[in-house]
């Protein structure tokens, strides 16, 4: 989603930062006057391009297009049409008791021989498909459709498939000639069907009151997003919990385009990762510049990215294939068959490889987030990364100029990550009481060493769970400051922004109890020493995932929520419907907060990114 503020953007008004239709055209601009004085304010809503590939030249055998999407992927041949669905996942990432991976198969019985399989349009946009370690096996400039259509699939019947926000839609379209009585659809691979009372696992339709000769449409839509669920975030594993980390990630490249990475289901029914480049601003509506797949032979997850130099693309995760993409002389261009290993990718402008490095600190290894520092007149470029492990690389890879682990006895992990004057500033989240807290620190660990033991068995209290906040110096030998919040709850950092006074902006999550989430936003004092203000907010059922700042120290954060009645001000929409809801909130410079909305639908939905563009726009993903 999208929100630009027109007028002047410096006198920091963030009343009303978003509002317009969230429920109107997808890729229409909707303005509103919010109140005399106030700036107008539209927003856009933009579905990500979830659409008909050609299928790989490894597809099954007779699989004309593929469409693949978080949670579940589409296998489309001449007989029907396959759906390859994750398990289903809790509110933290973890794999719901008794869901496992699942197919779901509609075949056409009856249909002609003759039948033609064909694409709808011109190509939406071109796919780089960069599977396997060998350059010879990857597929680039690969055309992707809006709708596929099943010519004569019946006499004088065609069926297009189309997608719309992530929702399946196919339309019989019945000429005078054709005979609705022939359509036979046969599901198999359902848990539960509603049947005839002829007990067989096929669908027809009946149509009365049809004028003879006239044409008609039956156009049914498949929610496979609702109804069945499937992992859109990864989960890390933190004693005996997990917390979730979405996987999904946006930055802004050098032109103003925006960058979007995260995960997605394949048809070969695996995880893999992907980066998209789009320009939101096109006169046109959006225009996608590129989309690229990254993957081998098991599950990857692209969980940050970043503009890089000469516009260039830095995309951060982990990946478990033996045989991921690797290209260029670079720090560790082998990645290790055993467990997992943090990756950086660095794509080209045009979306193709250009160099990948791996990074395996232990058994498993993740990147969570990465930043490109350009050079300034003290500090080098570079290529900064966290995971409870802080790193910087050399701009093309080949060298790792520092690294060292953040960690005490138990277990500990970053999250976030912000740099300012070549300084690494990381939050994150640690069970451990002995972190290397620094002088003059804001506040120690809340739990005493003794009383942390209890941290270390397989069941203990959130209070266990402590968010800190680090900065690390540019030439990477030592923290410059290191503190706890100091919570008396658990609680974690996802989130950081870092302002060019080097004041540190920290969204995260407190366990009020066992059941119980709530949404956070911190500043933190340059030298780490105080918070200038730590708000809870979007009551008892919330989580805090991002947050970005405007030139006027405008604070924008998104999040989940499960809460009813949080909007605040002109709210773009100020009901609650589905089960959980995205929200977007804006914090004034002393912490106020100025305006909430939620954002979603019917089903589950969540904020996990924000960014501002060099347009005053607030992008949200």
Request: glycine share 12%; charged share 20%.
């Amino acid at each position: 989603l999208s929100g630009c503020v027109s007028g002047n953007p410096d006198k920091g008004t963030s009343t009303g930062a978003v509002s317009g239709d969230a429920q109107g055209n997808p890729l229409r601009a909707a303005h509103r006057k919010i109140e005399p004085g106030a700036p107008e304010t539209g927003t856009e809503r933009i579905a990500l391009p979830f659409l008909f590939e050609r299928a790989p030249k490894h597809a099954g055998r007779g699989t004309a297009f593929v469409l693949q999407r978080p949670g579940y992927a589409l296998s489309v041949n001449q007989d029907g049409f396959e759906a390859f669905l994750a398990p289903a996942a809790t509110k933290t990432g973890e794999r719901m008791r008794g869901s496992e991976t699942s197919r779901l198969a509609v075949r056409f019985t009856g249909a002609q021989r003759a039948v033609r399989l064909t694409q709808v349009g011109e190509p939406r946009l071109y796919v780089n498909r960069l599977v396997g370690r060998s350059p010879s096996d990857w597929e680039r400039n690969v055309p992707a459709y809006e709708a596929v259509r099943y010519e004569d699939l019946y006499p004088d019947i065609d069926l297009t498939l189309s997608t719309d926000h992530g929702q399946i839609e196919y339309a019989f379209n019945v000429g005078p000639a054709g005979s609705v009585d022939q359509i036979r659809l046969r599901i198999t691979g359902a848990k539960r069907l509603s049947l005839e009372e002829d007990g067989h696992d096929t669908v027809a339709f009946q149509v009365s009151g049809r004028r003879k000769g006239s044409r008609i449409t039956i156009d049914p839509v498949i929610n496979f997003g609702s109804y069945f669920g499937g992992t859109s975030w990864d989960a890390a594993n933190v004693g005996n919990g997990t917390v979730p980390i979405p996987a999904l990630d946006l930055a802004v490249a050098e032109d103003g385009d925006i960058l979007v990475a995260g995960s997605t289901r394949t048809a070969s029914n695996q995880t893999m990762a992907f980066a998209l480049r789009t320009d939101l601003g096109s006169p046109g509506g959006p225009v996608f510049k590129y989309l690229t797949y990254m993957g081998g032979i098991s599950d990857d997850y692209a969980l940050g990215i970043a503009r890089g130099p000469r516009g260039s693309t830095y995309v951060c995760g982990r990946t478990a294939s033996e045989n991921f993409p690797q290209n260029g002389a670079t720090f560790d261009p082998v990645q290790s068959a055993l467990g997992g290993a943090g990756f950086v990718v660095q794509l080209e402008a045009n979306g193709d490889l250009a160099r990948t490095t791996f990074l395996k600190a232990g058994r498993t290894t993740d990147i969570t987030d990465c930043l490109y520092a350009p050079p300034s007149a003290d500090v080098a470029a570079g290529l900064y990364h966290t995971d409870a492990i802080l790193a910087k690389f050399s701009e093309d890879l080949n060298d790792l100029e520092y690294f060292t682990l953040l960690g005490g006895r138990y277990s500990d992990k970053a999250l976030g990550l912000g740099v300012i004057d070549g300084a690494m500033i990381i939050t994150g989240m640690t069970e451990s009481p002995d972190l290397p807290v620094t002088a003059g620190a804001y506040a120690g660990p809340v739990l005493s060493l003794a009383d942390a033991e209890i941290c270390a068995e397989l069941i203990h209290p959130a209070n266990c769970l402590e968010t800190f906040v680090a900065r690390f110096n540019a030439d990477g030998r030592s923290f410059d400051y290191l503190t706890y919040l100091g919570d008396t709850f658990g609680d974690f950092g996802k989130g950081i922004a870092v302002d060019d006074d080097g004041y540190a902006y920290v969204t995260g999550t407190r366990f009020v109890s066992n059941s119980a989430r709530q949404a956070f936003l911190t500043r933190l004092t340059p030298a780490g020493g105080n918070l200038v203000f730590n708000e809870r907010f979007s009551g008892l059922s919330s989580w805090g995932y991002g947050v970005a700042l405007d030139s006027s120290g405008v604070a924008h954060v998104v999040g989940s929520t499960e809460e009813w009645g949080i909007a605040v001000g002109p709210a773009l929409d100020s009901d609650h419907i589905g089960e959980a809801d995205g929200y977007y909130a804006t914090f004034d410079p002393a912490g106020n907060l100025d305006y909430r909305t939620y954002l979603g639908g019917e089903a589950d939905d969540k904020a996990y990114a924000v960014v501002r563009d060099h347009d005053n726009c607030t992008v949200i993903g």
